[in-house]
């Protein structure tokens, strides 16, 4: 099938930008725009051929896991590309619980000389809606943000589980709007989203977390 030559030309250039950057998550921040718009070119094109075209109708059980982020404009993201003291963001993922109709985000963010390690998790529910009259919900859901965990799991190697987390507070939206997201593409193992900005998310399948203490 087409659409699976053009996933893998997809993953072929992630995967090279990664390479070049350690195999951290990649955003738009440090790209070259000619290669920033190679990535929403070929990401528009695998769009356009999305073999589950109402997602939430008819393949919502493969949203269920754990979902690695490989790239993505969004602000939010783009912000953890630039942390202070050197710190770095290694992964991040969604886990996705299609039952409860929850999720949470998970960055993880470590100091390359390994002085502190930690993670930045947040919660939230979901709930798909219909657009444009539908009707039927296709593919767009609105997300409703809770709890935001800070941790710090490690200090020059130790584990310091009183610090894990050392934060807990609720998450206060700061849009006009609820935010919503576009489940824009969609298999087994591989996704793409929008954002109601427009800001664009691609993710993969994951096997699988570290165990953490919230």
């Known amino acids: 099938m087409y659409y699976l ?8 250039t992630l995967k090279k930008i990664q390479i070049n950057r350690g195999g951290f998550p990649v955003t738009n921040l440090k790209l070259a725009s000619s290669l920033e718009a190679e990535v929403e070119q070929i ?5 356009g051929l999305n073999p589950n075209i109402y997602p939430l109708v008819h393949a919502l059980q493969l949203l269920q896991g754990s979902w690695s982020l490989l790239y993505s404009n969004a602000r939010e993201i783009r912000s953890l590309d630039s942390l202070p003291l050197g710190l770095r963001v290694s992964q991040i993922y969604q886990v996705i619980d299609v039952g409860s109709k929850s999720f949470f985000n998970l960055a993880f963010i470590k100091h390359p000389w390994g002085v502190i390690s930690g993670y930045v998790k947040v919660t939230a529910t979901f709930e798909a809606i219909k657009t444009n ?3 039927l919900p296709d593919k767009r859901i609105n997300v409703y943000f809770d709890k935001r965990f800070l941790s710090i799991q490690t200090i020059v190697g130790i584990y ?3 610090l894990d987390p050392f934060q807990v507070f609720q ?3 700061s849009y006009n709007e609820t935010p919503c997201l576009d489940i824009t593409y969609l298999d087994e193992d591989f996704r793409i989203g929008r954002g109601g900005n427009g800001s664009l998310f691609i993710l ?4 699988g977390l570290p165990e953490l203490n919230c």
Do not use: Y
């Open 204 to 207: 993969a399948k994951s096997d």
């Open 5 to 12: 030559t053009v996933k893998e030309k997809l993953q072929a």
């Open 133 to 135: 009259g539908a009707m």
């Open 171 to 173: 998450v206060s939206s």
């Open 43 to 47: 990401a528009g094109e695998l769009e």
């Open 160 to 162: 310091t589980p009183q």
